[in-house]
């Protein structure tokens, strides 16, 4: 008899919560009423498709500081398979304008040009707007002595396969960043690159000897620049940028190799246009705080404000420029 | 007002680590919004009490009710539960309570003393040393399982093919995915481990719940840990506190493999291996002072480096940028007073706990003679809350109830639950960084002679595999003479 009561008891709070719970669960339908923006009513959920504590995450929490969407936000993390689940659990959210996503464009291309992906997320998802941005830079370790690409460049032709490169992740536009930047300088054929699974392992790895340099974030890099532990050499880009006015460019070394990481607000297909625009607009009046772009230094991002449109457009253009990138990649991974 | 904070934070890390379902990281990510207001140090002395509270509040149900409250506790139930069986709830108990004690402080004073060295030590592992360090945490698989090899091969194997499941990070090829998109990123471990724990032991009792259940007498709880039933432990927890920091200082190894290691490691050296899984007070103590040494060890690389041990470190890194401050290898010359903040945080919190969890011990214990017909359906609601929570969907849920029945199955097998969770937790960090490790050497196997600390991890696991076999194989033709 207890056997059973409890059995029938289990039974109904597992029922209880299944249901509770299966309400965020329902696909994507198109919201008509667009008539007059009604918005919002109830708590905004950010995902945030990288683990608590990554650059994704304390973005998020450092625009909800100064956000007032007028109502709560709420940010939940969903890792895995380097943002992809988060993406695609973003993506497949109601679009009703209560579940946004942070991601970073560059990922997303990743996604669709590595083949894992059956929806070209870049594509299809709805941009609010980009509001940082964050540099690739190639860096070495103070005890290599090198002090510019140049001396990079001669030291790996006078010995071809004895430098290691690092990078974060694989069948990335990151990796492609850093195979396209060794092509230019001409040594490509000439050193060995280990893909780590993320900045920082990478920048372990360079601390410990284990690398000779790397091409990783900024955000990455920034604390360890500033401690004297990391000798940046170039950043990705086609002007210096104010944080770091000796730092050459690569474009200035001849090396037209720009990918940058920007950083921004996503929402499902099919969202009301109004509610982008409104949340853009809040998000604009954020970027422009200085408190704000104090905060996001800090994390090694340089604030960046790009409406929804604008940045779409910026990144059709990447994907289109990196098509032929993965295509090499893919021959290497076989 | 830190002191109030400590222990406000301790006591919520205790109900976090103690309910299956809700882990040490969940509380600390869910209280970083809450230290946002506070003074950095401040902020910091909560983040660190909670996640103390919670890795070390997991051996309560472990111990008395066989579901390890946080995945880091699982190695506590195989010798826990059976001494609650016996009556010693309150012991084993307070043994694992002391234990935490002493892995925590032990940690706190190398975190204290010697946290820039050991950060070097960490820095100095590559590719090739993590993979050695795995393999031979891999390797224990047949002491583990002298009883029954086979059994325990399989058990490994399992683990090991479910420890694949997801994208290839290195290829980008998804495996065993079954077409399931929510599967790239593999499966979830706390949901994986709350259903072949908790879900599985709920429906193994379950089957039990007409028949009348002796109630457990146990004697008066004591505050003074059983020292004497301690006698013979100082060796496993000895190991339990280097072996735990030493993992800690390793960022991406964490608490589960440092737990396993110990224990494993605990059984092979100790004098009495048969007696470990029947209630081994020496079982309780290398898993609970390893899981709590990993605490320690893994706070060295985050302040020294600003490189997170674990995860639950790499949520704290959040709480400190937060503020404004850059976690790196500066901030331990530039701001030594949040260093020694959390350093100080960090050595009370283990004493907080410690005294809380005495404190509570009466109104725990009392958990061993409640209707299994009343928690059985609460633990199983908290399951489902805590893992839905994970990533906010119920396919994770489906993950953790498809586990429960799978774990049930193997039971009814015959096949130990440790091997599975040793294959699921290693294997994937064997292959990652051997494919790392070859990808840097260009494809040469041999590149791991040059590395002298790898080759010694090597030779150990090599011995593990080798000298429980030939020792049987010795045995066996002695009887036969």
Redesign the interface.
């Known amino acids: 008899?207890?056997?059973a009561?409890?059995?029938v008891?289990?039974v109904l709070?597992?029922v209880g919560?299944?249901s509770a719970?299966?309400g965020?669960?329902t696909p994507a339908s198109s919201s008509g009423d667009a008539a007059k923006l009604d918005y919002p009513k109830k708590d905004v959920?950010i995902i945030i498709p990288y683990?608590?504590?990554?650059g994704s995450?304390?973005l998020v929490?450092?625009t909800m500081?100064y956000l007032d969407l007028g109502a709560t936000t709420v940010a939940?993390?969903?890792?895995?398979?380097?943002g992809?689940?988060g993406a695609?659990?973003g993506f497949n959210s109601k679009n009703d304008g209560y579940t946004i996503m942070t991601h970073n464009e560059m990922d997303l291309i990743s996604y669709s040009m590595?083949?894992?992906a059956?929806v070209d997320l870049y594509k299809d998802l709805e941009y609010i707007c980009d509001v940082v941005t964050d540099y690739n830079l190639l860096c070495t370790s103070p005890s290599t002595g090198w002090t510019t690409a140049q001396e990079v460049i001669d030291y790996v032709n006078a010995n071809p396969g004895t430098v290691?490169v690092g990078c974060t992740?694989?069948?990335n536009v990151n990796y492609g960043t850093t195979m396209e930047l060794l092509k230019a300088m001409g040594i490509y054929d000439k050193v060995?690159?280990?893909?780590?699974?993320g900045g920082?392992?990478s920048?372990?790895?360079l601390?410990?000897?284990?690398?000779q340099l790397e091409v990783n974030s900024l955000a990455d890099t920034?604390?360890?620049i500033?401690?004297g532990?990391n000798v940046p050499l170039m950043i990705c880009n086609d002007t210096r940028i104010d944080a770091y006015p000796d730092l050459p460019c690569t474009v200035e070394n001849g090396f037209d190799v720009t990918y940058g990481k920007p950083r921004g607000f996503f929402a499902p297909a099919g969202t009301d246009e109004a509610i982008l625009q409104y949340i853009s607009g809040k998000m604009k009046e954020v970027c422009e705080k200085p408190e704000f772009v104090?905060?996001m230094a800090?994390?090694g991002f340089t604030v960046a404000y790009v409406d929804g449109p604008a940045a779409k457009e910026r990144t059709l253009a990447w994907a289109e420029s990196l098509t032929p990138v993965f295509q090499d990649m893919a021959k290497i991974?076989g | 007002m830190c002191i109030l904070l400590l222990a406000l934070g301790v006591f919520v890390g205790i109900i976090f680590g103690s309910i299956p379902g809700l882990t040490a990281t969940l509380g600390v990510t869910l209280f970083i919004p809450f230290t946002y207001t506070m003074a950095p140090v401040q902020g910091l002395t909560m983040l660190i009490a909670v996640y103390v509270g919670g890795i070390s509040g997991g051996l309560i149900t472990a111990t008395l009710i066989n579901i390890p409250g946080t995945p880091s506790s699982i190695y506590t139930c195989f010798d826990g539960y059976p001494m609650t069986k016996k009556g010693k709830p309150a012991e084993a108990l307070a043994i694992g309570v002391f234990c935490s004690l002493i892995g925590g402080t032990v940690s706190a004073f190398a975190l204290m003393a010697i946290a820039p060295q050991l950060a070097k030590v960490s820095l100095s592992f590559g590719s090739w040393e993590y993979f050695a360090v795995a393999l031979m945490g891999l390797s224990v698989v047949v002491a583990m399982c002298s009883d029954s090899l086979i059994k325990g091969l399989i058990g490994a194997i399992f683990g090991l093919i479910i420890g694949g499941v997801g994208i290839d990070s290195i290829s980008g090829v998804s495996r065993l995915t079954f077409g399931f998109w929510q599967l790239q990123g593999g499966i979830s471990s706390t949901a994986l481990m709350m259903g072949l724990f908790a879900i599985t032991e709920v429906f193994n009792q379950s089957l039990e719940l007409d028949k009348p259940r002796p109630k457990i007498e146990f004697a008066k709880t004591t505050l003074i840990p059983p020292l004497a039933e301690m006698k013979s432990c100082w060796k496993a927890i000895g190991i339990g506190c280097v072996i735990g920091t030493g993992i800690g200082i390793l960022p991406g190894i964490g608490q589960n493999a440092s737990t396993l290691i110990s224990y494993n490691l605990a059984r092979t050296v100790s004098k009495t291996p048969e007696e470990f899984g029947h209630g081994c007070p020496e079982g309780i103590c290398a898993s609970e002072s390893s899981n709590n040494a990993t605490n320690g060890g893994a706070l060295i690389p985050l302040v020294c480096l600003g490189i997170p041990g674990d995860l639950t470190t790499s949520a704290l890194i959040g709480g400190l940028m937060i503020h404004g401050l850059q976690p790196g290898p500066l901030l331990y010359n530039e701001h030594p007073e949040l260093v020694g903040g959390i350093m100080c945080a960090y050595f009370m919190a283990n004493v907080v706990m410690y005294v809380m969890e005495l404190g509570l011990m009466k109104a725990f214990v009392r958990m061993v003679n409640v209707k299994l017909s009343y928690l059985f359906p609460a633990i199983v609601a908290c399951c489902v809350l805590g893992v839905y929570t994970l990533n906010n969907r119920m396919f994770d849920v489906w993950t953790m109830l498809i586990f429960g029945f799978l774990g049930y199955l193997l039971i009814c097998l015959g096949i130990d639950m440790a091997p599975v969770i040793l294959g699921f937790i290693l294997g994937p960090l064997i292959e990652k960084y051997m494919r790392m490790a070859l990808i840097a050497s260009n494809g040469n196997w041999g590149d791991i002679v040059n590395r002298p600390v790898a080759v010694f991890f090597v030779v150990v696991a090599a011995l593990f595999v080798v000298v429980p076999v030939a020792r049987k194989a010795l045995g066996v033709t002695k009887k036969a003479k």
């Open positions: 008899m207890k056997k009561m409890s059995l008891l289990a709070m597992l919560l299944l719970c299966g965020s669960k959920q683990a608590p504590g990554g995450d304390n929490r450092g500081q939940i993390n969903v890792e895995g398979a380097s992809y689940i695609l659990q590595s083949g894992q059956e290691t992740g694989s069948n060995t690159i280990v893909p780590y699974d920082a392992a920048e372990t790895a601390q410990g000897g284990h690398i920034s604390s360890y500033a401690a532990t104090e905060a800090n994390l991974s």
